[in-house]
């Protein structure tokens, strides 16, 4: 199943190559392997939220996929998102899938900074993105925005703890 699923995101990506022969394009990933517990908030509305998310490389280090599982008993998001490089456009991209039906694709230009940004493609409506933050101490911060109102606000962030590295 995963294979299929990845399969998929990255044929839609268009892009037959991943990475040239001899590169490694998720080298500045590799800290995020393994499970990490988070909890966060819901600006908006104050409500908490928690989350477990594994990291883990896939073919051969031309890949990675996380699950997100969402803990909370009122929460019921449960997402797999693989991520890709397209060396033709020297970008990484991502297709996200979740258990309500969704499949969003995303774009970014990698780590900068300490900062990972993921934009959507200009189909998904409303526009979104995902911010991750390297923080000290095997922690990361995940803020995903969503457009209101013509500018980008925090629909959530989970403050994030490695437990088990991958």
Known sequence: ??????????????????????EQPF???????????????????????DSVI?????LSGQAMVKHHD???PSSNYHALEAWGYDAKAARYNAVIMDNFGGAR????EGWR???????SAPEVKPAQRFVYV???ENRLRVDWEIE???????????????????
């Open 1 to 22: 199943m995963r294979l299929t699923v990845l399969g998929l995101g990255l044929c839609m990506f268009g892009s037959s190559a991943l990475a040239v022969a001899g």
């Open 27 to 49: 080298r500045d990933f590799a800290n995020l392997s393994g499970q990490w517990t988070c909890h966060g908030v819901f600006p908006a509305s104050g409500k908490t939220i």
């Open 54 to 58: 594994r990291f883990e490389s896939d």
């Open 70 to 72: 969402d803990t909370s």
């Open 105 to 108: 694709i995303f774009g970014s």
């Open 113 to 119: 900074d300490g900062r990972l940004v993921w934009t």
């Open 134 to 136: 390297r923080m000290p």
């Open 148 to 166: 209101r109102g013509g500018k980008m606000v925090i629909g959530d962030t989970l403050g994030c703890v490695q437990k088990s590295p991958g």
